[in-house]
């Protein structure tokens, strides 16, 4: 009965599967037929913007890269596309790339003609990004580490196994010539 039951779960979910996945492109063609049919504003820097930001809400970090790199091209000290760049970096789990930006945000920020309120935003979201960004740089870093310890031991395994396995032929060896002699 209880096989039966996890059947049915298996069953209904990989019936279920392909449902969601469709869903989801929908929802992305969705998301550029709208960007499609909108009216995009004329100015480079505004497009890429708003084209970034419905990206960014599609959850398709690739493709904010894009716009941002698009943007930037224009205005390289464009704030909410600097920003929305170590966001997405940060999403993708790029540690360096995060730090990159987020330190950029910082710099561009620092030469911005903004209001103290604003510039206080702005430099509180980037200090928040380079800590984010240091502590992907931290856990990729024990991720290294912990891979070569994983290699190292899986190498150490395989030669003592090899070295037992060459030990147990030799005396096996051994006991044959010994039983002919």
Same mark, same amino acid.
């Given at each position: ?10 069953t209904?979910?990989?019936?279920? $599967? ?29 497009r ?28 390289p000290? $464009? ?26 945000l910082?710099?561009s920020?620092?030469? $911005? ?10 430099l ?8 984010q ?16 310890? $994983? ?23 051994e ?7």
């Amino acid at each position: 009965m209880q096989a039966c039951k996890y059947a049915l779960i298996l069953t209904l979910c990989c019936v279920l $599967a392909p449902e969601v996945e469709c869903r989801s492109q929908a929802g992305d063609e969705r998301m550029i037929d709208q960007l499609r049919t909108a009216s995009l504003p004329q100015d480079p820097v505004d497009r890429a913007n708003q084209r970034s930001q419905v990206f960014f809400k599609a959850r398709d970090f690739r493709r904010v890269l894009i716009e941002t790199d698009t943007g930037l091209a224009h205005d390289p000290h $464009a704030l909410e596309l600097i920003w929305r760049s170590a966001s997405s970096e940060l999403w993708l789990g790029d540690g360096e790339r995060a730090l990159y930006w987020a330190k950029r945000l910082v710099a561009s920020v620092e030469h $911005a003609e903004l209001d103290d309120e604003a510039r206080s935003s702005w430099l509180g979201a980037a200090e928040d990004y380079e800590a984010q960004a240091e502590e992907l740089l931290k856990l990729e870093a024990m991720g290294r580490e912990s891979l070569s310890r $994983a290699r190292l031991t899986v190498g150490l395994v395989a030669l003592l196994a090899t070295g037992l396995i060459a030990l147990l032929i030799s005396r096996r060896g051994e006991k044959s010539a010994l039983g002919s002699t």
